[in-house]
Antibody, heavy 117, light 112 residues
Framework: QVQLQQWGAGLLKPSETLSLTCAVY????????WTWIRQPPGKGLDWIGE???????NYSPSLKSRVTISVDTSKNQFSLILSSVTAADTALYYC???????????WGQGTLVTVSS | DIVMTQSPLSLPVTPGEPASISCRSS???????????LDWYLQKPGQSPQLLIH???YRASGVPDRFSGSGSRTNFTLKITRVEAEDVGVYYC?????????FGQGTKVEIK
């Protein structure tokens, strides 16, 4: 059974850098798209970006200038970096596994990140 | 970006009755392989979203057969034949054809 466990700082000040990591347990690490999705409080789902095991990434155009997704295949982990955060980045952040059909098959438990001065 | 539009946004349902949610995309989601790259997810209260349907009409593992998906190109529908209390939550469609992946606004299903 595939499980995704994520962690990272939950409270940031404006202009700081958001950093989250997701560990993958069970299943192969290669052949999938390791994905970050966020959900502002009370709102819908926003796709942030994805990366494959070889490090090829795609990002949401609206976040591309501030976001980096990376992988550590030796640890079966992937990470999200979002720079220069503002209150608009306050959200529940999910890590997830996507397949080659684009479907998001498995989701992490979510990490609430609050940006406040 | 492909824009996804769901309707209705709120759906009060009676247990045992059917329910239907519509999802439309601003561009065709039909891949050259003949499949439409449209997925449905359910986010139960306080939980992470879970996959219900992929490629428009294929139920994910463990999903009850009261859930069905249909549609092609730009028009899609999720149907529940007989709603149960455990089906409450927010349903999202998502286009998986191209990046950035995009979601519908969500349809909140609640029991009357």
């Amino acid at each position: 059974q595939v499980q995704l466990q994520q962690w990272g700082a939950g409270l940031l000040k404006p202009s700081e850098t958001l950093s989250l990591t997701c560990a993958v347990y069970g299943g192969s690490f290669s052949g999938y798209y390791w994905t970050w999705i966020r959900q502002p409080p009370g709102k819908g789902l926003d796709w942030i970006g994805e990366i494959n095991h070889s490090g090829s990434a795609n990002y949401s155009p609206s976040l591309k200038s501030r976001v980096t997704i990376s992988v550590d295949t030796s640890k079966n982990q992937f990470s999200l970096i979002l720079s220069s955060v503002t209150a608009a980045d306050t959200a529940l952040y999910y890590c997830a596994r996507g397949n080659d059909e684009g479907t998001v098959e498995y989701w992490g438990q979510g990490t609430l990140v609050t940006v406040s001065s | 970006d492909i824009v996804m539009t769901q309707s209705p946004l709120s759906l009060p349902v009676t247990p045992g009755e059917p329910a239907s949610i519509s999802c439309r995309s601003s561009q065709s989601l039909l891949h050259s392989n003949g499949y439409s790259y449209l997925d449905w997810y359910l986010q139960k209260p306080g939980q992470s979203p879970q996959l219900l349907i992929h490629l428009s009409s294929y139920r994910a593992s463990g999903v009850p057969d009261r859930f069905s998906g249909s549609g092609s190109r730009t028009n899609f529908t999720l149907k529940i034949t007989r709603v149960e209390a455990e089906d409450v939550g927010v349903y999202y469609c998502m286009q998986a054809l191209q990046t950035p992946k995009t979601f519908g606004q969500g349809t909140k299903v609640e029991i009357k």
